[in-house]
């Protein structure tokens, strides 16, 4: 265990001082960047090296597989804040807003309805992103960048959810500057301010064009194979 978490730990290092050299480049005032471990198809038992080297924002993409390994982890590590960083169906709505923090994932009116009502009903609060479709690709959720203010309205005023920023995931294999840009333009438009953008390949450009959270798995648990 100790050589596990030593490894976390120089990876967690690496990956810290690379957003620490972003973040220099951006706004040396601004508050540091949250980095958020995508752990999903990670074992629980090969989360404990890096929970154990000081990390505790993690972010998973299904419902189903969160629900197998945080409870349990969480009564070890009681400081965990999870977020969730894949689409929601308001099936899972319930076992969602027991799991998680923070929803990243937000794009619909029907959901948003579904998470006030089940905040409600369990006395939770969460906070939440909107996602948005930053590049109008059919395969991707989100909502779209023109409807992204009426949007963020309608769910601070009629749903009654803490937004407190936007999430993006920009088109593969095309530069992502250009669509870093346009939701840091969005969210000034929405009126929030945080930002989830970057992953492992471009979490550096991310955070030099002002990113508040970033979303790393590769660079931290390595390549995982796809999920079915």
């Keep these: 265990m ?37 752990s999903k198809t990670v ?9 154990d080297a000081g990390q505790r924002v993690f972010g998973e993409n299904r419902v189903q597989e969160a629900a197998e390994k945080w409870p349990a982890l969480r009564t070890q590590y009681r400081d965990i804040e999870l977020h969730l960083i894949g689409p929601l169906q308001t099936n899972k709505v319930r076992d969602a807003v027991v799991l998680f923090d ?18 409600d009903r369990a ?46 995931i920009p088109p593969d294999g095309l530069p992502p500057g250009p669509y870093f840009a346009s939701l840091v333009g969005l969210a000034r438009q929405a009126n929030v301010d945080e930002l989830s953008m970057g992953m492992s390949g471009d979490f550096e ?15 931290l648990f390595g390549a995982r194979a796809p999920l079915g």
Excluded: W
């Design 2 to 38: 100790d050589q596990a978490k030593d490894g976390a730990a120089e990876r967690l290092a690496e990956v810290r001082k690379a957003m620490m050299r972003a973040k220099k480049r951006f706004d040396t005032s601004a508050a540091p960047c949250s980095l958020i471990a995508v």
């Design 43 to 51: 074992p629980g038992s090969s989360l404990e090296p890096y929970l």
């Design 102 to 119: 923070c929803i990243q994932t937000v794009d619909r009116d029907k959901l948003a309805a579904s998470l006030r009502a089940e905040m």
């Design 123 to 168: 006395g939770r609060s969460l906070k939440f992103f909107v996602q948005v479709n930053i590049g109008g690709e059919a395969q991707k959720h989100g909502i779209a960048p023109t409807e992204v203010v009426d949007f963020v309205g309608r769910c601070r005023t009629e749903h009654r959810l803490d937004i407190v920023g936007l999430m993006c």
């Design 205 to 219: 450009t991310a955070i030099s064009m002002g990113a508040t959270h970033v979303r790393v798995g590769s660079a």
